[in-house]
């Protein structure tokens, strides 16, 4: 990733509007922030959240509150806290979160 014609700038994430995505169950909120082809997200997923898709997107995803599962189509289970992180690349392998408590993460992509 480059990240070229940028300048620097502050974001006030709760200045940002939330936009809704249900899940199969739950919601995730999403504040968006779009710099050329890189996306910074604000994510809140409420208790009980299942994402409705296998995700093939790159990330980098931290957890900043709650707890986040991720499954990976290899059947393997990724469980992150606050203070966790985790990345892959465009294509590599896909993966799905779900939380059963509610979680918030700040996700470059």
Do not use: N
């Amino acid at each position: 990733m480059k990240m070229s014609s940028i300048p620097f700038g502050v974001t006030d994430w709760s200045q940002i509007p939330a936009t809704e995505h249900p899940g199969i169950t739950g919601t995730a909120y999403w504040r968006t922030r779009q710099f050329d082809q890189i996306r910074v997200r604000m994510v809140e997923y409420t208790p009980g959240y299942v994402a409705d898709h296998w995700c093939l997107k790159g990330h980098i995803l931290l957890c900043l509150e709650g707890e986040l599962v991720t499954d990976l189509a290899d059947g393997s289970k990724i469980v992150l806290t606050p203070g966790m992180s985790y990345q892959v690349s465009d294509d590599t392998e896909a993966h799905r979160s779900s939380t059963q408590i509610g979680a918030k993460l700040f996700i470059v992509d």
